[in-house]
């Protein structure tokens, strides 16, 4: 059954996880810049996102259906560690990200992540992307009503397309500006924002 709600919440969630310089984003990025097919760019990253969520969803909503007082805990830990990663979005945003200067200074020069196979290890052989897509948005998701789950995971790879498909096409049309260190430290202060609020919304009341 769909859930706006729930989907609205997957989206905005998976909103604030991925639009940050994370390993996966500054390869995609320097690809893109690259004139590498956009269409396998996109592809990649959103449906390397998608099984990572629908892993962590399927994983913790068994564990909690296994054990249903565990619940409360769940919330809490994906509640802690949404306001991790809105501190770590804050310290950014203050004094910007060494990842996204280094796509500046070399974004024109060859790199050794050219090839599909290096953008399939850097994501899924990432912890960082472990964290944020089968830790946090499972755990997050998993916890929610069984009925308003299919929606929220929806919702969640909705963003990753978005932000996955702004950031490939964006390159190509504003290159100058997504390779700008100001650009990312804008958005990582509407991520730290983001972060806070989602943690006060889904934390147990």
Not at 145 to 161: D, E, H, T
């Amino acid at each position: 059954m769909f859930d706006a709600s729930a989907m609205a919440q997957g989206f905005v969630l998976g909103l604030a996880m991925f639009v940050s310089p994370g390993p996966k984003d500054v390869l995609i990025l320097r690809q893109s810049l690259l004139r590498r097919p956009a269409a396998e760019l996109i592809a990649v990253g959103t449906l390397s996102d998608a099984l990572l969520i629908g892993l962590g969803m399927a994983g913790a909503s068994a564990a909690l259906n296994r054990a249903p007082a565990l619940q409360v805990i769940a919330l809490w830990i994906g509640v802690s560690l949404l306001l991790v990663h809105g501190l770590l979005a804050a310290r950014r945003a203050l004094f910007g990200s060494a990842d996204v200067t280094e796509v500046a200074q070399n974004s024109g020069a060859p790199s050794p992540g050219k090839s599909l196979a290096a953008l399939l290890v850097v994501s899924f052989l990432n912890p960082v992307a472990w964290l944020d897509t089968v830790l946090v948005i499972g755990m997050v998701g998993a916890a929610l009503p069984a009925q308003a789950q299919l929606s929220f995971a929806a919702g969640a790879i909705a963003a990753s397309l978005a932000w996955f498909s702004t950031l490939v096409v964006g390159a190509r049309g504003a290159g100058q500006w997504l390779t700008a260190p100001t650009t990312w430290r804008v958005l990582e202060g509407c991520v730290a924002v983001l972060m806070f609020g989602l943690a006060l919304r889904v934390a147990p009341g």
